[in-house]
C-alpha cells in the first residue's frame, strides 16, 4: 500500500490500539476494511429522517459524563501553523472519511497546532448541545476508543462485521453483553427491498396499538391464514413455531398495506410515543433471523415519518439506521438516515 495513504492514516489508526501498517496482506486488508467502514459513517453529516433526541442526550452524558458547559474562553487570536500531518489528515485523499471523524483525529494527535499569538481577547461562548452533534462525539469515541463494539449490518442481516471487516453472528456479539463494557453500536445499512413490518405501538395518549393483527387483517385473507398464529414463550414448540411465523409473515408482507395500517391508527388523534418493526434475515439454510427495532418518537414526529417515510420508501430506496444492541437481537434506535 502507498506510503502517503499509510501517512494520511496513520493517526486514525494509532488510537485503536492496532498496528495495522504492516506490509502483509492481513494487515494491508483490515486496514483497506477500515477505511471502507469508515467512509460508510459519511450519512451520519446528514439531516436524519429521525433522531431519538432524548435517548442520544441520555447516552452522551452517561459516557462523558460532563460536569459542566463552555460558558467563556480566552482566545488567541495570530498566525497559524498547521503540521504537515494534521494537513494531510485534512486532506484525507482517497481515504473519504467523514469531515467530524478527521477533524477528531487532527485533534488526537497531541501536537501544537498553532505557532505563536499576536494578541488575545476574551470570548463568550455558548456549548453546542444538539442531538447530532452528541451522536457524532458518541461515534467518535466508538471508532477510536472502543473499535471492537461497533458494528456494521448490511442489508442480509444475517451477519455483522467490524471496522477491519471481521464478520460475526448475532449470538457472538450479543454474548459482549455479558463483558463488561459499553453497550455495542450497531450501524444498519439497509437498501432497496426492505420490509419493515410494524408490528406494536403506543400513543402519547397511552393507547396501545396492536399493529401486527391490524395488518393481517388488512390483506387478503387467502394470505393472512398463511401465517400461523404466534406461539406463547413456554409451549414446547416455541422455536420452530415462531420460525414457521417470521417466514410467512415475511412472504405476504406489503409495505402499502402496512403503511396504511400505521396512518390510520392515529387517525382518531395522538402521536406515537413509541413503535416497535421487525426485520427478518434469511440464513442460507432459510433459517429466519428476526430483528426487534425499539423506535421512541415521543410524540415529536409526524404519523408520516414511521408510515410512508419509514415503510413504504424505505422498501423502495432503503435506510440507514444507528442503534444500540440489547438481548435478543433488539436495538434501540437512535436515529434514521434516508438513501
Known amino acids: 500500500m502507498a506510503n502517503g495513504l499509510k501517512k494520511r492514516l496513520g493517526i486514525i489508526l494509532a488510537n485503536t490500539g492496532n498496528s495495522l501498517l504492516s506490509e502483509s496482506d492481513q494487515h494491508s486488508n483490515e486496514l483497506r476494511n477500515r477505511i471502507n467502514n469508515l467512509n460508510n459513517l ?24 460532563p460536569e459542566f458547559e463552555i460558558a467563556s474562553r480566552t482566545q488567541g487570536v495570530g498566525g497559524t501553523k498547521a503540521t504537515q500531518l494534521s494537513a494531510e489528515i485534512s486532506g484525507a485523499g482517497e481515504a473519504s472519511i467523514p469531515t467530524f471523524v478527521k477533524m477528531s ?13 499576536n494578541t488575545s481577547k476574551s470570548v463568550t461562548e455558548v456549548a453546542v448541545r444538539s442531538a447530532e452533534r452528541m ?8 471508532v477510536y476508543s472502543y473499535p471492537d463494539r461497533i458494528f456494521f449490518v448490511d442489508n442480509e442481516l444475517i451477519q455483522l462485521r467490524d471496522l477491519e471487516g471481521k464478520t460475526y453472528s448475532w449470538q457472538e456479539i450479543e454474548a459482549k453483553l455479558d463483558i463488561p463494557g459499553i453497550r455495542p453500536l450497531i450501524v444498519l445499512e439497509l437498501g432497496k427491498g426492505t420490509k419493515l413490518m410494524p408490528m406494536f405501538g403506543e400513543l402519547v395518549s397511552g393507547q396501545d396499538i396492536d399493529l401486527y393483527h391490524r395488518f393481517l387483517d388488512a390483506i387478503p385473507h387467502d394470505e393472512s391464514r398463511t401465517v400461523p398464529t404466534y406461539p406463547s414463550k413456554n409451549a414446547a414448540n416455541y422455536a420452530l413455531t415462531s420460525k414457521e411465523y417470521w417466514s410467512a409473515f415475511w412472504a405476504v408482507f406489503n409495505s402499502q398495506k402496512a403503511m396504511r395500517v400505521i396512518e390510520e391508527s392515529t387517525r382518531a388523534g395522538g402521536r406515537f410515543e413509541w413503535i416497535d418493526y421487525r426485520l427478518v434475515g434469511f440464513e442460507p439454510d432459510k433459517n429466519p433471523i428476526p430483528l426487534h427495532l425499539h423506535v421512541s418518537p415521543r410524540g415529536e414526529y409526524s404519523t408520516g415519518t414511521f408510515a410512508y417515510q419509514f415503510v413504504r420508501r424505505g422498501e423502495s430506496h432503503g435506510l440507514r439506521m444507528v442503534g444500540t444492541l440489547k438481548k435478543g437481537a433488539d436495538i434501540n434506535i437512535l436515529s434514521v438516515y434516508e438513501r
Open 135 to 142: 451522536q457524532e462525539a458518541l461515534i467518535n469515541l466508538y
Open 105 to 117: 483525529a487532527t485533534a488526537k494527535t497531541g501536537t501544537t497546532l498553532s505557532a505563536g499569538s
Open 42 to 65: 459519511w450519512f451520519i453529516a446528514d439531516s436524519p429522517l429521525f433522531i431519538d433526541a432524548k435517548a442520544v442526550g441520555r447516552l452522551y452524558d452517561t459516557i462523558f459524563q
